[in-house]
């Protein structure tokens, strides 16, 4: 049975999040309305720009939704913007400080491999675009990668926020871990 994994579309690059989960054998839907988020198995919130995406959230009444789905145990990952968003000063579903364009602006953009705690397989190609860090985290988050000492990867819970872009990579793995935090999936990861 395919698995209905959301994506948060109100901004970003949500159809190469899409084609990613294709390739893992997920069904993906566009999320720009509530009623979009019923019968989700997970959520996607990609990248983007965080200010754009917080109003659209605020402007189609998705706040109360979106942490409803992440309380109820939903798994959801975050990616770049997608982690400011699920930050302490937004949605309040992680309990991380997340800076915005910590890296520098677009000219600062830059590409590295990374180990990520929970990923096997080797190192992740990571894509930092305008890229965010973690400033400051609760003592229930988990760091799964940093670069320069930055916190770029979390998780707490079935929640994992990155700083960087894996929908452009076409590297799989932490599309398959997100499918694998429920306990249905097949990932290598988790």
Avoid: Y
């Amino acid at each position: 049975m395919s698995r209905k994994v959301g994506i948060l579309a109100l901004q970003g690059d949500f159809e190469a999040h899409a084609k990613m989960l294709r390739a893992v054998g997920a069904d993906p839907r566009e999320v720009r309305i509530p009623a979009d988020l019923d019968g989700l198995d997970a959520l996607i919130v990609p990248g983007g720009e965080s200010t754009v995406m917080n109003l659209g959230i605020e402007r189609e009444g998705l706040a109360e939704p979106l942490r409803e789905l992440v309380a109820a145990g939903k798994p959801v990952l975050g990616t770049c913007a997608g982690m400011i968003v699920l930050g302490r000063d937004h949605l309040g579903v992680l309990d991380i400080d997340a800076e915005r364009n910590a890296f520098g602006r677009q000219l600062r953009s830059f590409e590295t491999d990374l180990e990520l705690n929970g990923v096997d397989g080797g190192p992740l190609h990571a894509v930092f675009i305008r890229a965010p860090w973690v400033r400051e985290h609760g003592p229930e988050v988990e760091i799964l990668a940093s670069v320069d000492g930055h916190p770029v990867a979390v998780r707490q819970g079935k929640t994992i926020a990155v700083a960087f872009h894996p929908e452009l990579t076409g590297d799989t793995r932490l599309h398959e871990l997100l499918l694998s935090l429920d306990g249905v999936g097949s990932a290598q990861g988790g």
